[in-house]
């Protein structure tokens, strides 16, 4: 494993009591820095703080509330006073149906967790940021978002917004000393498997040339590079973990 310099930073990652997010809470404090994990789950985001050590500390937050998130975004300057990179890895993927049977419910929350409540994460961080000239966010898009997954238009939708987001506060901060980028993994295998159904599991591995899934390490290591000083004049930017999937 290649050693990353995030030494004497501090990140939030939110969703990051499992799958993607405690991967790379995990590579970030390999890395040398501290973390503070977002999650709904405050019962699995303390016992992955405890599992992390002495440099992780979780804060309950639903990241869908505006509330829940300014909330959130206190208790971690308490925590710690100044926060440089912000990893948005908290998602749902909703059902695999049709879009003509797609429950209504079902699409208002992705999209509401995958996309609003990233937005208002970045929202509420970016004045942090920029009064101290100096942030890394990135921002867990998908591969779905440049495709289009079928039977899974709220996620594939969802994360095309966040895509086009990404792009567009990028370049609203390219005057500044933040950097805001996306990653589109196609599929890793993580817990939200089990959001899926074996059909559409299936499907994600049939389009992958390298024949298998990504590992939430190998995405966690490109998350990391793009949390740290290094990645310097990269913004806007979409970094592809496809297996070769995307080829554009």
Known sequence: ?????????????????????????????????SVTLWDRDRVAAENAAIQLG?????????VAQHASVQAAVKATLLISPKVDALVNSAGV??????????????????????????????????????????????NIASVAGKDGNPNASAYSASKAAVIALTKSL?????DSDVRVNSVTPAAVKTAMFDQMSSEHIAFMLSK????????????????????????????????????GRSSY
């Not at 993927?93 to 929350?109: A, E, I, M």
């Open 170 to 174: 990028g370049k609203e901060l390219a």
């Open 54 to 62: 002495s440099k992780a500390s979780a804060v309950t937050v639903d």
């Open 1 to 33: 494993m290649n050693q990353l310099d995030f030494k004497g930073r501090h990140a939030v990652v939110t969703g990051g009591a499992t799958g993607l997010g405690y991967a790379i809470a995990q590579r970030l404090l390999q890395s040398g820095g």
């Open 208 to 243: 992958i040339p390298m024949g298998r899934f990504g590992t939430p390490e190998e995405v966690a290591s490109m998350v990391a590079w793009l949390c740290t000083e290094e990645c310097s004049f990269s913004t806007g930017a979409v970094f592809d973990l496809s297996g």
């Open 93 to 138: 993927t909703g059902p695999n149906v049709k879009l003509w049977d797609y429950p209504v419910d079902d699409w208002r929350q992705v999209m509401d967790i995958n996309l609003t409540g990233l937005f208002m994460c970045c929202r509420e961080w970016v004045p942090h940021l920029r009064a101290n000239n100096y942030g890394r966010i990135v």
